[in-house]
């Protein structure tokens, strides 16, 4: 039974050709029945990939249908929902713009998603489907997102993320860049294989392709795939088509017309543009797998945005499973940097414990704690480019980065933490957070003061100190640390330390050093 909570809620999407509503009831804490669906086509990625920007007629027939929309959630009385927008409007020239006409004609708060948040939310909906765990836990799968203006890949071992990348290569955007193409002697579908097979390639040299047995497709545009060979239906959201029948129709497809293709297949014009990159992508990446076919998997943004929805509600405790695909995919673009593994570990695990100890005073939670233990990770990536001056590398490394479930204020956040983790600290050179809202700039020197501490703790990266013991309140921070060795380098690394978490949280650590044997 749901405590005090309405039960209704709702997403609302701006994709690339359509926006798309999906209601949905509650049925206990941890899922949901899906009770409508809408569907209003309108191509944006037509202008927004070719040209750049949105036109202003097309931004006023989005704000019509988002009217719409509207009424419809005023009729179910819906007040929990979301409104987000993806790669079309994400890309766009004029995307504040459109922003603010959205919100002056319709009233609503359109969030744009970064492509590590489309990932992140659309893995929350495929780890909700009971089909998909039993592979996650015994082998390793690449999943691919066929989008239109983008897609993404991303490759599970044993039940953990190990490598989540976004390409903007999607079809239709394979298609803008190559149509001329198609008027050449050479077949289209072999141009296409060339030009997308260098981009592919990259995906080499970060993931076990060899040892991958699954490969799933999404999206988008994964119909093709189905309406190429008729799939077997495994489940309700999974079917399956074996790689010898994807290949035997794909080979026959390279070198028939566009208009032989469009008859066979029965595909209107808008379709067969996007038929052929789709095909291609999906033989370039099953070429890097083993797997004994392609799983076609019914999965959208929108579940995940539910799910999303369902547990920030009802089940805040369900998110730690994301977390750690977002850790284990941080821990291993640390290990493409050459990190210091042992020591990336001591200061995570001493930050957690300060975290923990003192939960009750510093007023952040589990995101918080989250982006505390990228930090751990992340910040000394920059010593495989340079040792001198490695913090500044460090951060606009972690910057960079598109990591899944991240958002681009979170990273900077992360950023931050690595450059003031030398001598600087924020209040002497502040240019990183200027760039942030005050309240990502007070929990920036929280956990830049955390991770300070923490870091003093293994200076010397030998992991001198076993085990530590904290006391604080709101006069003393007491950290009682055992060690069978001389701790020296710490304790004046600590010293250092210590007055900019005082200036933070306003009472000063002191470091206590005991032998083990006294812990013991």
Same mark, same amino acid.
């Given at each position: 039974?749901l405590k005090?909570? %309405?039960?209704?809620?709702?997403?609302?999407?701006i994709g690339?050709?359509?926006i798309?509503?999906?209601?949905?009831?509650?049925i206990n804490?941890?899922?949901?029945?899906?009770?409508?669906?809408?569907?209003?086509?309108?191509?944006?990625?037509?202008?927004?990939?070719?040209k750049?920007f949105?036109?202003v007629?097309?931004v006023?027939?989005?704000?019509?249908?988002?009217?719409?929309?509207?009424?419809?959630?005023?009729?179910?009385r819906?007040?929990?929902f979301?409104?987000i927008?993806? %790669?079309?409007?994400?890309?766009a020239?004029?995307?504040?713009f459109?922003?603010?006409?959205?919100?002056?004609?319709?009233g609503?708060?359109?969030?744009?998603?970064?492509?590590?948040?489309?990932?992140y939310?659309?893995?929350?909906s495929?780890?909700n489907?009971?089909f998909l765990?039993?592979? #996650?836990a015994?082998?390793?799968? =690449?999943?691919?997102?066929?989008?239109s203006?983008?897609i993404s890949?991303?490759?599970?071992s044993?039940?953990?993320?190990?490598?989540s990348?976004?390409l903007?290569?999607?079809?239709?955007?394979?298609?803008?860049?190559?149509c001329?193409?198609e008027?050449?002697?050479?077949?289209y579908?072999?141009?296409l294989?060339e #030009?997308?097979?260098?981009?592919?390639?990259?995906?080499?040299?970060?993931?076990?392709?060899?040892?991958?047995l699954?490969f799933?497709?999404?999206?988008?545009?994964a119909?093709?795939?189905?309406?190429?060979?008729?799939?077997?239906?495994?489940?309700?959201?999974?079917?399956?088509?074996?790689?010898e %029948?994807f290949l035997?129709s794909?080979?026959?497809?390279?070198?028939?017309s566009?208009l032989e293709v469009?008859?066979k297949?029965?595909?209107n014009?808008?379709?067969?543009?996007? #038929?052929?990159?789709?095909?291609?992508?999906?033989?370039?990446?099953?070429?890097?797998?083993?797997s004994?076919?392609?799983?076609?998997?019914?999965?959208?943004?929108r579940?995940?945005l539910?799910y999303? =929805?369902?547990?920030?509600t #009802?089940?805040p405790?369900?998110?730690k499973?994301?977390?750690?695909d977002? =850790?284990?995919?941080?821990?291993?673009?640390?290990k493409?940097?050459?990190?210091?593994?042992?020591?990336?570990?001591e200061i995570?695990?001493?930050?957690i414990e300060i975290?923990?100890a003192?939960?009750?005073y510093?007023g952040i939670?589990?995101r918080?704690?989250?982006?505390?233990?990228?930090?751990?990770?992340?910040?000394?990536?920059g010593k495989? =480019?340079?040792?001198e001056?490695?913090?500044?590398?460090?951060?606009?490394?972690i910057?960079?980065?598109?990591?899944?479930?991240?958002s681009?204020?979170?990273?900077?956040?992360?950023s931050?933490?690595?450059?003031y983790?030398?001598?600087?600290?924020?209040?002497e050179?502040?240019?990183v957070?200027d760039?942030?809202?005050?309240?990502?700039?007070?929990?920036?020197?929280?956990?830049i003061?955390?991770?300070?501490i923490?870091?003093?703790l293994?200076? %010397?990266?030998?992991?001198?100190?076993?085990?530590?013991?904290?006391?604080?309140?709101?006069?003393?921070?007491?950290?009682?640390?055992?060690?069978?060795e001389?701790?020296?380098?710490?304790?004046?690394?600590f010293?250092?330390?210590?007055?900019f978490?005082?200036e933070?949280?306003g009472?000063m650590?002191?470091?206590?050093?005991k032998?083990?044997?006294n812990?013991?």
């Amino acid at each position: 039974m749901l405590k005090n909570k %309405s039960s209704l809620f709702s997403v609302i999407t701006i994709g690339s050709h359509s926006i798309k509503m999906l209601v949905a009831e509650a049925i206990n804490e941890k899922d949901f029945k899906v009770i409508e669906k809408t569907n209003y086509p309108i191509n944006l990625a037509r202008e927004s990939f070719s040209k750049g920007f949105i036109s202003v007629p097309m931004v006023m027939e989005v704000c019509s249908i988002l009217n719409k929309l509207k009424k419809l959630l005023s009729e179910y009385r819906i007040s929990d929902f979301d409104v987000i927008a993806t %790669s079309a409007i994400r890309e766009a020239k004029n995307k504040l713009f459109i922003l603010d006409k959205i919100m002056i004609t319709t009233g609503l708060h359109v969030r744009i998603l970064t492509n590590a948040e489309e990932r992140y939310l659309t893995f929350k909906s495929i780890r909700n489907n009971y089909f998909l765990l039993e592979d #996650f836990a015994t082998t390793s799968s =690449l999943f691919l997102d066929l989008g239109s203006g983008s897609i993404s890949v991303s490759i599970y071992s044993k039940n953990k993320l190990t490598f989540s990348q976004n390409l903007n290569m999607g079809a239709l955007r394979l298609y803008e860049e190559t149509c001329e193409l198609e008027n050449e002697n050479t077949s289209y579908s072999l141009l296409l294989e060339e #030009f997308t097979s260098s981009n592919i390639d990259r995906i080499i040299n970060f993931g076990p392709h060899k040892r991958i047995l699954r490969f799933f497709i999404f999206g988008n545009n994964a119909h093709f795939v189905s309406t190429l060979c008729k799939p077997e239906k495994l489940y309700p959201k999974l079917s399956y088509v074996s790689r010898e %029948s994807f290949l035997k129709s794909y080979e026959e497809i390279k070198y028939m017309s566009p208009l032989e293709v469009m008859k066979k297949y029965n595909l209107n014009e808008e379709e067969i543009d996007l #038929f052929f990159p789709s095909l291609v992508l999906v033989k370039g990446f099953l070429d890097l797998t083993i797997s004994s076919g392609i799983y076609i998997t019914d999965v959208t943004l929108r579940e995940g945005l539910l799910y999303n =929805l369902l547990e920030k509600t #009802f089940n805040p405790d369900a998110q730690k499973v994301d977390y750690n695909d977002i =850790l284990s995919s941080a821990r291993h673009i640390a290990k493409r940097f050459k990190y210091d593994k042992k020591h990336s570990r001591e200061i995570e695990k001493f930050s957690i414990e300060i975290f923990d100890a003192i939960k009750d005073y510093h007023g952040i939670g589990n995101r918080e704690k989250l982006i505390l233990q990228l930090a751990c990770i992340l910040y000394d990536t920059g010593k495989f =480019l340079s040792y001198e001056n490695h913090y500044k590398y460090s951060a606009d490394i972690i910057e960079a980065l598109d990591l899944v479930g991240v958002s681009e204020n979170d990273l900077k956040i992360v950023s931050a933490c690595a450059k003031y983790q030398g001598n600087s600290t924020p209040r002497e050179n502040s240019y990183v957070l200027d760039k942030m809202t005050e309240e990502d700039k007070i929990i920036s020197a929280k956990l830049i003061a955390i991770i300070k501490i923490a870091d003093a703790l293994d200076r %010397s990266h030998k992991s001198k100190i076993e085990n530590i013991e904290i006391n604080f309140s709101k006069k003393e921070f007491i950290i009682t640390a055992y060690s069978r060795e001389d701790t020296t380098l710490e304790e004046w690394m600590f010293k250092k330390n210590a007055s900019f978490f005082a200036e933070v949280f306003g009472v000063m650590p002191e470091l206590i050093i005991k032998g083990l044997l006294n812990y013991e």
